[in-house]
């Protein structure tokens, strides 16, 4: 099936530290999203991008969090500076359509630690 | 907000035994998706239902939107089905993100 692609797998890094993960979406999809997994919990909606630019961001999403995906290349969550809460596994997703219309697609996730 | 909770949230099985997961909405959805979460941390897609019934080798979905749930049976279970389990809906107002649920812990037993 569809694959998204997620680089790195897994990534440590100092507190206070910005950090890039990079995703890779399928193909000719055009909505991406990123999620956050703390140890093996609920999957927590990030935020979702269509068309350039956000349509909608959680509470989690905070200040120091930003998302692009310049001239079709890898969709990135940027945290820039890292904190201690921001640990977690981060996924990735796309889909062609809204998700009220088909499925959505998840990459394999990146585990971040922050020290 | 919407909410999307599964029940039972830990379930263990004998291999060869079945069971069903139950994913129940708060409010009216339009779509429901179930996945697998394995071992190594991987959402393996199972099932996308906007109605009705799938079924795909041992596992079977059924979403009822009216009613306002879904559900999740695994018949001879095996050592591989162990994982969480996890259904998801899109949003009502603008459908542009999935709401998950806190997922079903599934352990498969010798």
């Known amino acids: 099936g569809p694959k998204v692609l997620q680089i790195p797998s897994h990534q440590i890094i100092d507190m206070g530290q910005m950090v890039t993960l990079n995703c890779d979406p399928v193909s000719n999809h055009l909505y991406f999203y990123w999620y956050k997994q703390i140890l093996g919990q609920q999957m927590e909606f990030l935020v979702n991008?269509?068309?350039?630019?956000?349509?909608?961001k959680s509470k989690l999403f905070k200040d120091q969090f930003s998302v692009e995906r310049p001239d079709g290349s890898y969709f990135t969550l940027k945290i820039q500076p890292t904190a201690l809460e921001d640990s977690a596994v981060y996924f990735c997703a796309s889909s062609f359509t809204k998700p009220s219309a088909e499925t959505l697609y998840f990459g394999s996730g990146t585990r971040l630690t922050v020290l | 907000g919407d909410q999307v909770e599964q029940s039972p949230s830990a379930l263990s099985l004998h291999e060869g035994t079945g069971s069903a997961l139950r994913c129940n909405f708060t409010?009216?959805?339009?779509?429901v998706q179930w996945f697998q979460q394995n071992s190594r941390g991987s959402l393996i897609n199972l099932f996308y239902l906007a109605s009705g019934t799938k079924e795909n080798g041992r596992l079977k979905s059924t979403f009822n939107s009216k009613e306002s749930y879904s559900t999740l049976h695994i018949r001879d279970a095996q050592l591989e089905d162990s994982g969480t389990y996890f259904c998801?809906?899109?949003?009502?107002?603008?459908?542009?993100?999935?709401?998950f649920g806190g997922g079903t812990r599934l352990t498969v037993r010798p």
């Open positions: 991008f269509y068309n350039g630019k956000v349509m909608e």
């Open positions: 998801a809906a899109p949003n009502n107002n603008a459908g542009a993100k999935l709401t």
């Open positions: 409010t009216t959805m339009r779509a």
